[in-house]
């Protein structure tokens, strides 16, 4: 969603909206278990801000409005920081179709 690098299944993030109207959220799935509409993104915080300024989440999701990415956000930093990403560091303009 973010960079729209493709990549196989096992090194993306499945993501669910979680909630109703205009009070849902965003949530990571690892398991890939959750039930509802799914959309893929990388583990890099870089891809998560691309997708954050794109607006991709609420047109990937087909949910209304802007969905809260606080509990997404706070897993993707978290899995980059046990990973070895450094989180935050990189440009997200650098990501995603050369110019």
Sequence with gaps: MGCRQRAAAAELLRIVAVGEGAGHSLRADPARRLPGRGAHLHRDPACFALAQRRR????????????????????????????????????????????
């Design 56 to 99: 991709a989440f609420a047109r990937a999701l087909r949910t209304p409005g802007v969905p809260d990415t606080g509990e997404l956000a706070e897993h993707i930093n978290a899995s980059s920081a046990a990973s070895g990403h450094p989180a935050g560091r990189g440009s997200a303009s650098k990501v995603g179709r050369p110019t």
